[in-house]
C-alpha cells in the first residue's frame, strides 16, 4: 500500500467523466525520502519512515541531525511513519513521489484540523442554546444545568459531559477519497472532496485501507 507525505494547497472545482462540477483538493505530494525502514527483526513491526519539505541545518537538533544523517538525507520539516507489510523494498535514502499512486483509485489522507480556540456548547456541539424569551438574560448561549438530579448516581457531572473547550486542533482522516489526476512532474495530486487542515498543512496520503465506494 503506496503512502506519502505532502502539503495541501487548497481547494478548487473540476468536472468528472459525467459532466458535473465536483469539488477538488489539491496536494503537493513528495518528493520525500525514507529516513528509516523498521523489520520485525529489529524494531518489532515493520513500518517506513518519510520526511517532507527541507529544513535548515542551523535550527535543527544534534539528534535529529545525527538521525537525517546516518539516512543520507537532508533535514526535513514534517516527519511520519507508517505501517507496511513489505518494508524491504526501501531503503534509506531512497526518493518517494506521488508516482507511486498510479492506477491507485482511493486514497486516505490524514491531517490536524483547524484550531478554533476556546469555544462554547453551541459552537463546539452545535446546542440550541437558551430560550430567547421568558426571563432568559445574558445567558442564551450557556449550557444550562450539568450535573445530575437527586443525587443519583452520586456524582456532580458525569464523565465525558459534553461542554465549552477546546475546539479543532485534532488528528482527523478523511477515508475513501476518489484520486482524480496525478501530475508526477509538479508533484500534484488531486483528489475529489475536502481534506483536514488549513491550506499549508501537513498531511499523509496512503492507499485507502477500507473496502467500499468513494465517499465524496
Do not use: W
Not at 47 to 63: D, I, N, S, W, Y
Not at 117 to 123: D, T
Not at 142 to 155: D, F, K, L, V, Y
Amino acid at each position: 500500500m503506496p503512502a506519502i507525505l505532502g502539503r495541501k494547497l487548497g481547494m478548487t472545482s473540476a468536472f468528472d467523466d459525467k459532466g458535473r462540477q465536483v469539488p477538488v483538493t489539491v496536494i503537493e505530494a513528495g518528493p520525500c525520502q525514507v529516513l528509516q525502514v523498521k523489520t520485525p527483526a529489529a524494531d518489532g513491526y515493520a513500518a517506513v519512515q518519510l520526511g517532507f519539505a527541507e529544513k535548515p541545518a542551523r535550527v535543527t537538533t544534534r539528534p535529529l541531525a545525527g538521525h537525517f544523517k546516518k539516512s543520507g538525507a537532508t533535514p526535513k520539516r514534517f516527519v511520519r511513519e507508517y505501517r507496511t507489510g513489505d518494508a524491504s523494498r526501501y531503503q534509506p535514502g531512497q526518493a518517494v513521489t506521488v508516482a507511486e499512486f498510479e492506477g491507485v483509485p482511493l486514497v486516505d489522507v490524514i491531517g490536524v484540523t483547524k484550531g478554533r480556540g476556546f469555544a462554547g456548547v453551541m459552537k463546539r456541539h452545535r446546542f440550541g442554546g437558551q430560550p430567547a424569551s421568558h426571563g432568559t438574560e445574558r445567558k442564551h448561549r450557556s449550557s444550562g444545568s450539568i450535573g445530575e438530579g437527586a443525587g443519583i448516581p452520586g456524582r456532580a457531572v458525569r464523565r465525558g459531559k459534553r461542554m465549552a473547550g477546546h475546539m479543532g486542533r485534532e488528528r482527523r482522516t478523511a477515508e475513501r477519497l476518489k484520486v482524480l489526476k496525478i501530475d508526477a512532474e509538479a508533484n500534484l495530486l488531486v483528489v475529489r472532496g475536502s481534506v483536514p487542515g488549513p491550506n499549508g498543512g501537513y498531511v499523509m496520503v496512503r492507499g485507502a485501507r477500507k473496502a467500499g465506494p468513494p465517499k465524496a
